[in-house]
């Protein structure tokens, strides 16, 4: 294991953890429904109910991704979370509110109301996946920003990155490939939400109108999608000079790492076959109830290829628009040799940390979700 493989090892590690994040977003999907696919408070109470015993599934893994990123790439986050800053923190505190609305709702002495919180829930809902989307569009399309390792020698200003504009990652907004991305994400989360419902809950009313919502949702879902990938496999990438490191425009550059690295591409095809398996299934069988399944591997393996693809291959994963040689790129932004070594160690217990996460999810998950449970429940939102 050289310096080179460890750095390649924690990029896909950090890949595979973002797409385990975007399969959980179905919660998100879900609490952005909670006012347009339940009708009532009983429909209202039964979506929060399913959806708040797997919040903390998505919360976790996103704090798991931030820590990664900081222990193996700390450049990044320093330049990233200290420079676009206003979106990093737009979406910390979406899921701020997740918590807090879950954990508050039901309380004794609620002097703001249920739906106040549930209204919380819906922002994290829709803010949240669409915020998360266009900060990962970034990735391609490049921020504005300086990287300069020499100020670590300034006493009075040791500011190794300098961000180039006042907005701090909002600027963002204003390139429409981020507006792609945040709504595909945004369409993806709710098209796993409605799987999601299918899958657990006993309610035929609620289980019928999720089946139409999966097609209402499924539709835009696919057409960002396919906007988004066509429009960055045409772009230009940004690739390094694997001897100079030098780091230079390259038309077609996305593309090209799918086919030169044959087996993420042929990755992420099934990855995206798969999550169109589960969503055809599902609107064509009125008695198929295990779509979830298939698009959320499905979705897993896509994401996780599609990070892939910034990292590897000589590729700047996180490039500067404004100065191509500030660009990071998992060699010039990774911790130390030592560093990565020790974590490696410790990610062999990852494993067991997820067969943990999985014994505890089907145990949740033994039948279907009823009201009535709520009342054998000890734990109501």
């Given at each position: ?223 960002f999608f396919l906007a ?117 160690v410790v990610s062999l ?33």
């Open positions: 294991m050289d310096y080179s493989f460890l750095q390649h090892y924690w990029w896909f590690l950090i890949c595979l953890i973002g797409g385990i994040f975007a399969f959980l977003l179905f919660v998100q999907g879900g609490q952005s429904m909670l006012f347009s696919l339940a009708k009532d408070e009983k429909e209202r109470m039964i979506l929060v109910n399913a959806l708040g015993r797997k919040w903390e599934y998505t919360f976790t893994t996103l704090v798991t991704f931030g820590g990664a990123l900081f222990a193996s790439f700390p450049l990044f986050y320093s330049t990233s979370f200290g420079g676009a800053y206003w979106v990093w923190m737009a979406i910390l505190f979406c899921f701020v509110l997740q918590a807090v609305s879950y954990e508050f709702q039901s309380k004794p002495g609620n002097v703001f109301g249920r739906n106040t919180y549930r209204w919380f829930l819906f922002c994290n809902g829709l803010l949240g996946t669409f915020l998360v989307g266009a900060a990962l569009a970034t990735f391609f399309t490049g921020s504005d920003f300086t990287v300069n390792k020499g100020n670590m020698t300034d006493v009075l200003n040791p500011v190794i990155s300098r961000w180039g504009t006042e907005w701090h990652g909002l600027e963002a907004l204003a390139d429409a490939r981020c507006w792609l991305l945040g709504l595909t994400v945004f369409f993806l989360a709710r098209t796993l939400a409605c799987l999601f419902f299918i899958n657990r809950l006993q309610d035929a009313t609620l289980v019928s109108r999720s089946r139409k919502y999966l097609l209402l949702n499924a539709i835009p879902f696919v057409v988004f990938v066509i429009w960055t496999f045409l772009a230009k990438g940004y690739a390094v000079d694997p001897v100079t490191k030098v780091v230079e425009l390259v038309q077609y550059k996305y593309f090209l790492n799918m086919i030169e690295m044959p087996i993420v591409g042929v990755v992420f095809l099934v990855g995206v076959l798969l999550v169109l398996f589960g969503i055809g299934k599902t609107l064509l069988s009125k008695e198929y109830h295990s779509g979830i399944w298939f698009s959320g591997v499905g979705t897993v393996l896509t994401v996780c290829m599609l990070l892939l693809i910034t990292g590897f291959n000589n590729t700047a994963y996180y490039p500067s628009s404004t100065d191509l040689q500030s660009s990071l790129t998992i060699e010039n932004s990774s911790s130390s040799e030592f560093t990565l070594t020790v974590m490696s217990f990852v494993p067991f940390v997820l067969g943990y996460i999985i014994y505890a999810w089907n145990s949740l998950e033994k039948k279907k979700f009823d009201v009535k449970d709520l009342k054998d429940d000890g734990h109501v939102y």
